[in-house]
């Protein structure tokens, strides 16, 4: 991206289930010296928490929140955590990122939200990117026995499969196929320390804008092209309901206070359905995009970005929903905001190369 | 930080931001409170569809009055919602054919 080079830190939430090796990897990860200033928050269960034990041998700094299960309480304890952080310039000037470990047990969505409270916080960092470990050898049953096991693959903008190659493992194309019936937009990689590496470092990786790549058609929008609708795929079905991802593409430029009256309606009705919203929207015709990022009910300061991630300068949504229809929230969209350039596209997973057929033209 | 310096009120939420703060300052044609009243006339066209309207208060709270003229002031656009459902008794679902079909006819000249 071009334009000025965003101030605040940048913060990696590693999400993962008991047992998926979110020590073992972030440990080898910050002997790498290119994660020497990473300020690692742990939330843990126990009061001494064994996590930060492990990770403090690695010698980098780290906060112990050791009060208790993220999912529950340590929700305040990870926001008042952050704050402090927030507000010790010292501490600040020593560290090029942060990376929140939370809890096994616990759903991601909290810890995006103490992030995504507007004020002092957000003020001096910003989300990068959550990622969530998935082991290769108990995801199937986890899967089935866990509702948290969803959760953290539904907010995950990048998963990392562990363990893969043990005795008992799943192969890695069964732990896509699983995860892609949770959540069809986030890519899935094997783990190890140059890759969580490699993400920590990745400018981008929370956007939708690799996503959109993968689903929007190649080359600059046309404008005024009307109202195309591309159907989404198979949608995946699992015991939990039906998820499906797709893409809102706007030629022109969104109203925001249409946009905010829509989706503040969305959330308030179907918010438990909507599990991830993300994308980039320009509020005025020709400026600068907006980024837009909500985790089931919890919304993310609005910001502006100086300048588009790349050249097609097209405003878009992605959307991963649960039970509904997408054609549905389509038009919805436009009857709350009135614009006929909308275009939907969509598809099961972001394959390489991968466009899904358009279906209809109006 | 562009979030902060155009919030019409004291509630630091995602949703009281102004677009002119949301996009940085790009969107300079219209003032704050230009861009208020322009929520609100739509936040009160939806209502209108369960019986209910809303109006601006002071630049930072919503008045929701629903048809028997219980009044209810919320101060964040996301709590107007469920004051509605309280005052209407039900609730506006955006991805009810109903909703789109009346809101498409609000919107022809």
């Not at chain 1, 030629?251 to 994308?279: F, T, Y």
């Not at chain 2, 509630?11 to 704050?32: D, E, I, Q, T, Y």
């Amino acid at each position: 991206m071009s334009g000025v080079r965003d101030p605040r830190l940048p913060v990696l939430i590693l999400s993962g289930f008991l047992g998926s090796g979110k020590t073992t990897l972030l440990r080898a990860a910050l002997q790498r010296s290119d994660l020497r200033r990473t300020l690692v928050i742990v939330n843990e269960v126990a009061d001494q928490g064994v996590d930060d034990r492990l990770l403090a041998t690695s010698g980098e700094p780290v906060r112990l929140l050791g009060n208790g299960c993220l999912c529950c309480s340590a929700d305040d304890g990870l926001g008042r955590s952050l704050l402090r952080i927030a507000e010790d310039e010292a501490l600040l000037r020593s560290v090029d990122r942060i990376v929140i470990e939370t809890s096994g047990l616990a759903d991601p969505a909290p810890a995006f939200a103490a992030l995504a409270r507007a004020g002092r916080v957000s003020a001096r960092m910003r989300l990068h990117a959550i990622v969530t470990l998935v082991d290769a050898m108990h995801a199937g049953a986890q899967a089935g026995e866990s509702p948290e096991f969803a959760l953290q693959l539904q907010a995950a903008d990048q998963v990392l499969v562990s363990k893969l190659g043990l005795p008992g493992a799943a192969p890695l194309a069964a732990v896509r196929e699983l995860v892609e019936g949770i959540n069809p937009v986030a890519p899935v990689a094997a783990a190890d320390a140059a890759t969580l590496a490699a993400l920590v470092h990745r400018e981008g990786s929370s956007r939708a804008d690799r996503i959109a790549a993968d689903w929007l058609p190649a080359g600059p929008a046309q404008a005024n092209a009307g109202h195309r609708i591309r159907l989404p795929g198979t949608p995946s079905r699992r015991h939990d309901g039906d998820v499906r991802s797709f893409c809102l593409e706007f030629d022109q430029g969104v109203d925001w206070n249409a946009l905010s009256v829509w989706l503040s309606l969305m959330l308030h009705v179907h918010g438990n359905r909507l599990l991830r919203i993300k994308g980039f929207v320009a509020v005025e015709q020709g400026s600068a995009p907006v980024v837009i990022h909500c985790v089931r009910h919890v919304v993310h300061f609005p910001e502006h970005l100086a300048d588009w991630p790349d050249e097609r300068r097209t405003s878009y949504l992605v959307f991963i929903v649960r039970d509904l229809e997408p054609e549905q929230v389509l038009r919805s969209f436009l009857a709350f905001t009135g614009r006929p350039g909308a275009r939907m596209a969509g598809g099961p997973a972001p394959a390489p190369h991968h466009h899904p057929t358009e279906a209809a033209t109006a | 930080m562009c979030g902060l310096c155009g919030l019409w009120g004291n509630v630091a939420h995602w949703s009281s931001a102004s677009s002119r703060a949301v996009s940085g300052g790009a969107a300079g044609g219209l003032n704050p409170l230009r861009e208020r009243a322009l929520q609100v006339r739509l936040l009160d066209r939806v209502a209108g569809l369960a019986g209910a309207q809303v109006e601006d208060w002071a630049g930072s709270s919503w008045i929701v009055r629903g048809a028997s003229g219980a009044t209810e002031i919320v101060d964040a656009l996301p709590l107007v919602w469920p004051a509605l459902e309280r005052l209407a008794g039900k609730p506006i679902d955006p991805l009810s054919d109903a909703v789109i079909e009346r809101l498409w006819q609000r919107q022809q000249p």
